[in-house]
């Protein structure tokens, strides 16, 4: 049974740091790209980093780009994202989700099988 588990959410001020991890078990993580998605109430689900398998390859989406890292750790079957910098628009549910196709360049959705709860961010201005 396929287990991902998303942690690390909170309020923050604009401008503060959050560190969100994923631990993910009952499947062969580093055979799996990772992703982290985010959706705001009444707003589509969107991408806003994911990793290949290796770690070798990452996608951010623009409004991310130079605040965000994303990163896995394959031994202890973890992802994380660290969110620097953040910005009241950055507030919404953040999902952790493994996939097992890789698109260079793209985080959508729909290629990602396995998804976590969920955890919430909020970014007070």
């Known amino acids: 049974q396929v287990q991902v588990v998303e942690s690390g959410g909170g309020l923050t001020q604009a401008g503060g740091s959050l560190r969100l991890s994923c631990k993910a078990s009952?499947?062969?993580?580093?055979?799996?790209?990772m992703g982290w998605f985010r959706q705001a109430p009444e707003k589509e689900r969107e991408g806003v980093s994911c990793?290949?398998?290796?770690?070798?390859?990452?996608y951010y989406t623009d409004s991310v780009k130079g605040r965000f890292t994303i990163s896995r750790d394959n031994a202890k079957n973890t992802l994380y994202l660290q969110m620097n910098s953040l910005k009241p628009e950055d507030t919404a549910m953040y999902y952790c989700?493994?996939?097992?196709?890789?698109?260079?360049?793209?985080?959508?959705?729909?290629?990602?099988?396995?998804w976590g709860q969920g955890t919430q961010v909020t970014v007070s201005s």
């Open positions: 990793i290949s398998w290796s770690g070798d390859n990452t």
């Open positions: 989700a493994a996939g097992n196709v890789w698109s260079t360049g793209t985080c959508f959705p729909y290629n990602y099988n396995y």
């Open positions: 009952g499947l062969t993580f580093d055979d799996y790209a």
